[in-house]
Nanobody, 123 residues
């Protein structure tokens, strides 16, 4: 099983980025995917989670209305569209996968993690 996150970069406040998470090796069940981020000196937090049935299961208030998660099942890819970015969105973003219906926002429920991609929002 592998997860490959990509799409990070430097963007100005108010700008947009789309992160991609390519999942491979899940032979039995389509995984639930969670996007998490970790800023320097802060704990890792969930920012958007998608169930095995493509239902958005978690979106915190901090990104509500700005971040959208979606899946292209044919390509085994999950995207995180981030709009109206703010400096406080600066962090390393990770995608993670699990195959059960446990709480989507709990880091400990995820078995597989990608390597992380840096998002920097700055003018």
């Amino acid at each position: 099983v592998q997860l490959q996150a990509s799409g990070g970069g430097l963007v100005q406040p108010g700008g947009s980025l789309r992160l991609s998470c390519a999942a491979s090796g899940f032979t039995l069940n389509r995984p639930a995917i969670g996007w998490f981020r970790q800023a320097p000196g802060k704990e890792r937090e969930a920012v958007s989670c998608l169930s095995t049935n493509n239902e958005i299961t978690y979106t915190p208030d901090s990104v509500m209305g700005r971040f959208t998660v979606s899946r292209n099942s044919a390509k085994d890819t999950v995207w995180l569209q981030m709009n109206s970015l703010k400096p406080e969105d600066t962090a390393v973003y990770y995608c993670a996968a699990k195959t059960d219906s446990s709480d989507p926002y709990r880091i400990s429920n995820y078995d597989y993690w990608g390597q992380g991609t840096q998002v920097t929002v700055s003018s």
